[in-house]
């Protein structure tokens, strides 16, 4: 069975550095894009980022010139790094795979961003 787990979430001070890994295990043929959500109170879930095989990537306006995805395939390994963090950032973040035949969702990690 595919799995997904997401680690590195915390609680850290405005301004302060996170790094986020979600590795994916188990059986499939390929990885295609991985990319995080994040899910805040009272908030839609919403892409932060997006990377696709051919190491292009993509960043939601509100963490441009902040976050950094990157992935390494030979770990089966996303990262999220994530700089600069503001209050607005607190929420669960969520991994994504798309794999050859159909996508997976890990379960979460809680960031917290409070002073």
């Known amino acids: 069975q595919v799995q997904l787990v997401e680690s590195g979430g915390d609680l850290v001070q405005p301004g302060g550095s996170l790094r986020l890994s979600c590795t994916v295990s188990?059986?499939?043929?390929?990885?295609?894009?991985m990319g995080w959500y994040r899910q805040a109170p009272g908030k839609q879930r919403e892409l932060v980022a997006r990377?696709?095989?051919?190491?292009?990537?993509h960043y939601t306006d509100s963490v441009k010139g902040r976050f950094t995805i990157s992935r390494d395939n030979n770990k089966n390994t996303v990262y999220l790094q994530m700089n600069s963090l503001k209050p607005e950032d607190t929420a669960v973040y969520l991994c994504?795979?798309?794999?050859?035949?159909?996508?997976?969702w890990g379960q979460g990690t809680q960031v917290t961003v409070s002073s």
């Open positions: 994504n795979a798309d794999l050859v035949v159909k996508g997976y």
């Open positions: 188990g059986t499939f043929f390929g990885i295609l894009t």
């Open positions: 990377i696709f095989n051919n190491f292009t990537t």
